[in-house]
């Protein structure tokens, strides 16, 4: 079972992003903050769910969430300011947007820099051990896989609809065939051999 909370009196916000091993898309983070002492069997990391759980999930997350906001960076920002800083700016920007100010942020990971005045805990594999990460890893995912989708109708051949932009050999096998679109990361290593795409 997830822990509620890292504090006992503290308002706290989960922290968590998705996409950031992807070649193509923005990185999508989000930001929870749920009631103290808030229980749900089902509710875990978003990579230990398949998609209809993480879809219920999303409806019960945005319903009993205290304050909810999501952010993403897109691509051209990412091969600017690089993937790790482009995830740390999207936590902040969707902190920034919460309707309610936390006083501690509970971010996934090892690692963390902060644009506003509100401590931060990071806990490592937190998206399995707080309820308000898993919330954030719910509601990250669900939204960038939306965002993926619907980018797959505009370019077909990546098969993005189930890759979400990960490389996987369908993906590279459209980037090989069709070259690369104005969503593609050139910063990344797009294709092993990396061959001329731009």
Not at 103 to 109: E, R, S, V
Request: net charge negative; proline share 5%; hydrophobic share 40%.
């Amino acid at each position: 079972m997830l822990k509620s909370s890292f504090t006992p009196d503290l308002i706290e916000a989960g922290c968590d992003e998705a996409g950031r091993g992807c070649l193509a898309g923005p990185v999508v983070a989000a930001a929870v903050i749920l009631p103290k002492d808030y229980q749900h069997e089902l509710l875990n990391d978003s990579k230990q769910l398949v998609k209809e759980e993480r879809e219920l999930l999303r409806i019960d997350v945005e319903r009993d969430a205290l304050a909810w906001a999501v952010a993403e960076i897109g691509n051209e920002e990412i091969d600017q300011i690089n993937i790790l800083n482009a995830s740390f700016k999207a936590m902040n920007l969707a902190v920034k947007k919460l309707s309610l100010r936390p006083a501690l942020l509970l971010i996934d990971g090892n690692r963390f820099k902060t644009e506003q005045d509100i401590p931060y805990e990071c806990v490592i594999k937190g998206d399995a051990k707080y309820l308000a990460i898993a919330a954030a890893s719910i509601l990250a995912k669900t939204y960038r896989d939306d965002l993926m989708i619907n980018l797959a109708e505009k370019f077909p051949g990546y098969k993005w609809e189930t890759n979400m932009g990960y490389p996987t050999v369908d993906h590279r096998d459209g980037i090989r065939s069709l070259g690369i679109t104005p969503y593609h990361r050139k910063s990344f290593q797009l294709l092993p051999s990396q061959l001329e795409l731009f």
